[in-house]
């Protein structure tokens, strides 16, 4: 295994190990202190431990390699897996926010706030530590599916977050015997936690969804491409077509060249091999193909009547030939 399957890998098993740690402090803290805001906490961790396991069979399906089914390999797992994660959690903030209004209707009392808020601010520690880590990893081996699982921990850590201020607040309120403001807290917190899941989740869905209809690489790509294209222009005559996409972690660029027609196969070829070795140095995990054309006689030069720089170039060269095998003689 590649040491960049290994570091998805370790990521995906991080993934795990947070979330089932995640899901059993808020078990045991939903069944103590009754609170709305934690079961809705609880569910989101229920689902992100279904989502970690989906995650890691996508990572070990996505290292396949291509094979007669799928000759571009099986990176648009990821995507899929990235879908599937927005989808769940905007369900999942639809369901909160109407459990919430229900309770502003009819409103019930939190019991034990200091131990939620204890056990709520370990979840800002595991959550956002774990972001970081999977983050990191994700944009090392620019993973969507890991992106999307670093944006969820981070997502859990800011709703942890609000749930604690919603604690203190509830202890806040006791303090001073305020019990019917402090009833009120939880159903408005959840609301809040909803709102922190709905926005992220849906632009990630839209993401995931865009790249599976075979979205372009990033704008930095793109230009890495060109860049290169401009560096090795005095190879070819023109370029036609520069086409790209993604497939999950991995790149993919088709160029159609155009070469002067009196190049040879060896020539097109060595020019083929400089190109692909320069943009795949650039573009982690990228598959370059570049199909040459022979040079029709359309371009500029002719239709102005002047002379091909290529054919001139070639001349000289063979004049220089000539001339080095007279001296030798």
């Not at 800002?124 to 983050?135: R, T």
């Not at 075979?214 to 560096?231: F, H, N, P």
């Not at 070819?236 to 070469?259: M, P, S, W």
Request: charged share 15%.
């Amino acid at each position: 295994m590649k040491n960049a399957d290994q570091g998805m890998m370790l990521a995906v098993r991080v993934s795990l190990v947070c979330n089932a740690i995640l899901f059993t402090i808020k078990g045991i803290t939903l069944v103590v202190v009754n609170s709305l805001a934690v079961a809705a906490d609880l569910g989101i961790s229920f689902v992100a431990l279904g989502i970690s396991i989906l995650l890691y069979y996508a990572i070990k399906m996505s290292n396949r390699p291509a094979d007669v089914f799928h000759n571009y390999g099986y990176g648009k797992i990821e995507n899929v897996a990235e879908a599937i994660e927005g989808v769940i959690l905007i369900g999942l903030a639809l369901a909160m926010s109407f459990q919430a209004i229900l309770h502003l209707i009819r409103v019930g009392e939190v019991s034990s706030p200091i131990i939620g808020f204890i056990c709520s601010f370990l979840g800002i520690a595991i959550n956002f530590w774990g972001a970081n880590f999977i983050l990191k990893l994700a944009e090392k081996h620019a993973s969507p599916a890991l992106r999307a699982e670093g944006i969820h921990f981070r997502l859990e850590g800011f709703i942890s977050l609000a749930i604690t201020l919603s604690f203190a607040l509830v202890i806040v309120l006791h303090r001073v015997g305020l019990f019917t403001p402090a009833k009120y807290v939880d159903p408005v917190a959840t609301l809040i936690v909803s709102a922190f899941i709905t926005f992220p989740s849906v632009r990630l869905l839209r993401e995931a969804f865009m790249k599976l209809l075979d979205a372009s690489i990033g704008e930095s790509g793109q230009m890495d491409v060109i860049k290169a294209l401009a560096r090795h222009f005095d190879s070819y005559c023109n370029f036609k077509e520069v086409r790209t996409r993604t497939a999950g972690r991995k790149q993919f660029v088709d160029i159609h060249l155009v070469v002067p027609a009196h190049s040879s196969v060896k020539n097109a070829h060595t020019i083929s091999a400089a190109l692909k070795h320069e943009i795949a140095s650039t573009l982690s995990d990228s598959e370059v193909t570049v199909h040459m054309e022979p040079c029709t006689g359309s371009c500029a030069y002719t239709r102005n009547g002047r002379p091909c720089p290529y054919m001139q170039e070639r001349e000289f060269k063979e004049t220089g030939a000539m001339s080095g095998d007279r001296l030798k003689s």
